[in-house]
């Protein structure tokens, strides 16, 4: 993967990539017009722009203004393990790019002056609080876990967040879904992952979608998606027993001067896999989103709808604007 930057570069700068273990100079050559490839940056190395001291030297740092009307351009799929600052740089994602998130243990802050998701790009969560490993015996992990059955019924409750998990059932026995948790107003926590079926590895509870925080001093324009789902539970629909919970959907935190676009906004619950009316896994609870800017345009669609499961399934989250 390479970012790019794109904008016009002071004719004594270069730019500088700063590594684990020290500086490295990156190539200064143009791919087009005024747009420079960063290669091998992730997250363990931070972007850097340097000016060049004279002819045969960089003077290291932070220097500015280097870039005038700068853009950081994602174009191909990358993955976000942990926080992403981009300050005072415009980022785009575009050409059907997908950031995924994978970092199940805490929220990941995304930070810039700016942020566009072009139609057919979009950031993914999938992977916040894990469902439950079938052969564990154990509830999916608190906040939010869905319960596994211990009685060899083989199923699993729905995670909970911004929506109680619905509950799942077998036989006789009824499992209550994990609960409801975190501030509807400035949400920071994963959603709650699955309880599993308890027969074995294929039938584990879907994973509860990622927490993400973006912050922007300008503009988010959304024509493509943020989504952090909950996973739909595993099993099998078409026998009476082993039937995973869903995992309940994320959270989406925006803080922006002018929220726009017309994509998608979505933190909805996994669903757990149905047999019948009285044998199925819970469904997911609904995720939370919560957008606090000035100015609130977006004309798309937003979800935190809880998922399908054992009687109503998942219960429906939280969705605030603040202005």
Request: proline share 2%; net charge negative.
């Amino acid at each position: 993967m390479a970012y790019k930057i794109s904008g016009t570069l002071s004719d004594d700068a270069r730019i500088i990539v700063l590594e684990e273990v020290g500086w490295s100079l990156e190539s200064n050559t143009e791919e087009s017009a005024g747009v420079y490839e960063i290669e091998g940056l992730d997250d363990s190395n931070k972007l850097v722009i340097a000016r060049k001291s004279n002819g045969n030297g960089i003077a290291y740092g932070f220097v500015t203004p280097i870039f005038y009307n700068a853009s950081v351009i994602i174009d191909s799929n990358i993955t976000w393990n942990t926080h992403q600052d981009f300050s005072g740089l415009d980022v785009v994602i575009t050409n059907g790019a997908i950031v995924t998130l994978n970092q199940p243990s805490y929220q990941i802050i995304f930070t810039a002056n700016s942020l566009t998701i072009d139609s057919g790009a979009g950031i993914n969560g999938p992977n916040g609080g894990p469902g439950c490993n079938c052969q564990s015996n154990q509830d999916a992990a608190a906040p939010g876990g869905g319960k596994t059955d211990t009685s060899n019924k083989c199923f699993g409750s729905g995670g909970g967040h911004g929506g109680t998990g619905g509950s799942g059932r077998g036989g006789t026995t009824t499992l209550t879904g994990g609960a409801s948790h975190d501030s509807a107003t400035t949400p920071t926590a994963r959603g709650g992952g699955g309880g599993g079926a308890n027969y074995n590895i294929d039938f584990t509870g879907g994973n509860g979608g990622s927490a993400f925080k973006a912050v922007c001093t300008g503009t988010i324009k959304i024509d493509g998606y943020i989504r952090c789902n909950g996973v739909n539970g595993k099993g099998s629909p078409t026998t009476g027993l082993y039937h995973g919970g869903g995992g309940a959907g994320g959270a989406i935190w925006i803080i922006a001067g002018d929220v726009t676009g017309n994509g998608q906004l979505q933190a909805y619950g996994g669903n757990g896999v149905y047999y019948n009316s009285t044998t199925a896994g819970g469904g997911g609870g609904g995720g939370r989103i919560a957008v606090h800017t000035s100015n609130w345009n977006f004309t798309g669609s937003s979800s935190v709808a809880g998922g399908t499961g054992y009687s109503t399934g998942g219960a429906v989250g939280s969705f605030n604007v603040i202005t």
